[in-house]
């Protein structure tokens, strides 16, 4: 065992807390311990001292198209370049003609996500969903989720099978909302929406297509008790920004993803609405805003062990940044802000119980 001592810890996805350490074991975070304990309960131990630093856990991306990667040498470069912005989590998205083989790292998690297309999707592709489900089932350490394109253009009889294997397995499932952003007869909407209930497709589902969240679909979101999947693209200007805090001031659980942006937008995010809100957000949205990248996500993943707050128990996986650094913050007796974390001041990344190589 060693302890991890840092100037300030965001503890419980909640606050800040001084004077508090992490005793680490292997790849757990044992205990929350007072800095004044240490000299009384553990002298044998080692201690790493990050004196200018505040204690974050660590990030997720939970939806990243993999179809500029050309075997495992581009996906390495990809899974990098995520982890020098501190994410140790990644959802690895492809469709059913490129199944991404890799060698997990148990440092790093990984998980898969399938994307069906409803226009071209045939028995033979159900068939192969059956047998690589299959293989992730005899590997705990991988994880396999669904995701449906085009979900208008699917066979019933193949939706059926689809709600089926996810509901059997508790696979999780995405599903596009795209194809729908034009549909405003509510008829329509709700015809839908009421099929794919009876047959239990959407219960704790995960729904894509930010511009198609209209009044129906929000009351069905929070009726099956599903996920907004939120593209770090879709809320680039302010409006929409605006509307994204708005769910969750609502507490709609949301989860910031890339897709297929071309780098981690998470930081750029948060400064903008540092920036726009200033003042005016409250610490518990901001507390909220930090979720849809870490709590909020640890159900799309198979370890056991949460690494979505720093808390006992949980999986000691976690960020340092360096609050002298850049323009983070110049005094270590003001209030922290979430909202004003960076990638210039990330410093180290740590992942079950491992300094990663950031550099």
């Not at 996805?13 to 000299?39: G, H, M, W, Y």
């Not at 996500?113 to 005899?138: A, M, W």
Request: hydrophobic fraction near 35%.
């Amino acid at each position: 065992m060693f302890i991890i001592s840092p100037k300030w810890i965001y503890l419980n996805n909640k606050k800040f807390e001084k004077e508090k350490a992490l005793l680490i074991d292997q790849s757990v975070i044992r205990e929350v311990i007072d800095k004044a304990s240490i000299e009384k309960k553990y002298t044998n131990l080692r201690i790493i001292e990050y004196s200018d630093h505040v204690l974050m856990p660590s990030l997720t991306e939970s939806y990243i198209n993999t179809d500029d990667c050309i075997g495992t040498d581009h996906l390495d470069i990809k899974l990098n370049k995520l982890l020098r912005y501190g994410v140790t989590r990644v959802n690895l998205l492809t469709d059913n003609n490129n199944t991404i083989k890799y060698n997990f790292d148990g440092h790093l998690e990984l998980g898969q996500v399938l994307e069906l297309d409803g226009k071209v999707i045939s028995q033979l592709d159900i068939n192969n969903i059956t047998s690589l489900l299959d293989s992730f089932k005899s590997d705990p350490t991988k994880s396999l989720s669904i995701s449906l394109k085009n979900i208008c253009s699917f066979k019933n009889e193949f939706i059926k099978k689809i709600s089926s294997i996810t509901n059997e397995l508790n696979i999780n499932l995405h599903i596009n909302l795209d194809e729908l952003k034009n549909m405003t007869d509510k008829k329509e909407i709700n015809g839908y929406i009421e099929y794919w209930e009876d047959i239990n497709l959407i219960n704790n589902c995960h729904f894509h297509g930010f511009s198609s969240f209209s009044k129906e679909w929000l009351l069905c979101v929070k009726r099956n008790n599903s996920t907004l999947m939120i593209s770090y693209k879709e809320i680039s200007d302010i409006e929409k920004l605006k509307y994204f805090i708005s769910l969750l001031e609502k507490k709609f659980r949301c989860v910031l993803v890339s897709n297929d942006c071309e780098s981690y937008q998470f930081y750029k995010v948060i400064n903008l609405i540092n920036a726009v809100m200033g003042n005016s957000t409250n610490i518990n949205t901001i507390n909220k805003i930090m979720d849809c990248v870490t709590t909020n996500t640890s159900n799309l993943f198979s370890n056991y062990l949460s690494s979505g707050c720093i808390k006992k128990g949980n999986q000691a996986s976690f960020n340092l940044f360096n609050y002298k650094k850049s323009h983070f913050i110049e005094n270590s007796d003001i209030n922290l802000n979430i909202c004003n974390l960076d990638k210039e001041s990330l410093t180290h990344v740590w992942s079950s119980g491992k300094k990663m190589d950031i550099k």
